[in-house]
């Protein structure tokens, strides 16, 4: 059973910095595609990054230079590093995988393409 466990979110200050973790299991994380979305209350779910060990790492362009992904196979955790965090940053964070090989550079960022989810884990931006 493939699952998807989130952690690291909280309340962080205007301009700070986090790190979530998805720690998975129950699939070969040697051939696999991460990502990591986010929804605001009122808005749908939008992608944030991704890591696609076949076609490389992605990032939509509202947090590009700011937020870092990058996995761990050994402890098959994927990791988003999250700096200079902004109001609008503000969301539950979801991790998601793609074990049916569906998840490409031009279809990265949606949902469809990734067919587990975590619980997901919230990211809240004080000012």
């Known amino acids: 059973e493939v699952q998807l466990v989130e952690s690291g979110g909280g309340l962080v200050q205007l301009g700070g910095s986090l790190t979530l973790s998805c720690a998975a299991s129950g699939f070969n994380f040697e051939d696999y595609a991460i990502a990591w979305f986010r929804q605001a209350p009122g808005a749908e779910r939008e992608g944030v990054s991704s890591v696609i060990s076949s076609d490389g790492t992605f990032y939509a362009d509202s947090v590009k230079d700011r937020f870092f992904t990058w996995s761990d196979p050994a402890k098959k955790t994927v990791y988003l590093r999250m700096n200079f965090l902004k109001p609008e940053d503000a969301a539950v964070y979801y991790c998601?995988?793609?074990?049916?090989?569906?998840?490409?550079?031009?279809?990265?960022?949606?949902?469809?393409?990734?067919?587990?989810w975590g619980q997901g884990t919230q990211v809240t931006v004080s000012s």
């Open positions: 998601a995988a793609d074990v049916r090989k569906a998840a490409y550079s031009s279809n990265w960022r949606y949902t469809f393409a990734y067919d587990h």
